[in-house]
């Protein structure tokens, strides 16, 4: 009857028969499908196909697939069910979803790709991804910990001078010694934590959406190693 064109009288076949068999189930979704025969409610093009998909047929899978794509048969429009049953369907050597695949690749919405590289830019994009935001929240710890370890060295060293008494020469000299070695040791425990902090960013640039180091944040570090290096040395 579908051969001949008579697709309402193919349409009360497969409507008998596809609950024992289901090629008439899938006839009778290709039917609705193309158009040749009307729906019977918004959702039955998926109620058809999916039974059949989550069985395992390449066909049925490729036809859900193409259900997601679309947003049409009762589900929205999803491209990552669309890809997972169409590629489901590919893997089993179904052409025509190895096509769909394909063209799904290069048909990439240029827009969303931009705004994908305008994030990666993005000094605050972290706060839309809570592992950034983690690790970055770390990180950001440490860095603080590292610059007041410097601080504190340098002010310790200044702050905490030691009195000393010389005799010589029949005079008697009073005065302060600074001990540099809070500063080197300030400088030590802020390098180990500061250079944590930035290994932990770099290993969380290369698992997550990147973002670029704050240019301020760096370079207050460095000012505060340096100086601490020349008060040291």
């Known amino acids: 009857m579908a051969a001949a064109g008579n697709y309402s009288g193919a349409e009360v076949m497969y409507r008998q028969c596809m609950e024992r068999d289901m090629q008439c189930r899938l006839k009778l979704f290709k039917l609705i499908y ?10 039955e ?5 999916s039974v059949l998909a989550q069985r395992g047929d390449p066909e049925a899978q490729y036809y859900l697939g193409m259900l ?4 049409i048969g009762g589900v929205r429009q999803d491209s990552y069910e669309a890809s997972r049953w169409l590629q489901s369907s590919a893997n089993q050597g179904f052409i025509n979803a ?3 695949l394909a063209a799904m690749q290069s048909n990439r919405n240029p827009a969303r790709t931009v705004a994908r590289e305008n994030a990666a830019n993005d000094y605050t994009v972290y706060e839309r991804n809570p592992v950034n935001k983690g690790a970055t929240n770390r990180s950001g710890t440490l860095f603080v910990v590292g610059g007041l370890c410097i601080a504190g060295g340098i002010a310790a060293s200044f702050l905490l001078p030691k009195n000393y008494t010389e005799y010589g020469n029949g005079t008697v000299i009073e005065g302060k010694e600074y001990n540099l070695g809070y500063t080197l040791a300030g400088v030590v425990a802020g390098g180990i ?3 944590s902090g930035i290994s932990l960013k770099k290993k969380d640039k290369a698992r997550s959406l990147s973002y670029h180091d704050d240019p301020l944040l ?16």
Not at 34 to 43: F, L, P, T, V
Not at 45 to 49: A, G, P, T
């Open 98 to 100: 190895r096509t769909e």
């Open 193 to 195: 934590c500061i250079g």
């Open 218 to 233: 760096l370079n207050f570090v460095a000012t505060g190693n340096g100086a601490g290096v020349r008060l040291t040395f």
């Open 45 to 49: 093009l998926f109620q058809l196909i």
């Open 68 to 71: 997601y794509r679309k947003g």
């Open 34 to 43: 193309e158009g040749k025969i009307a729906a019977q409610s918004s959702s």
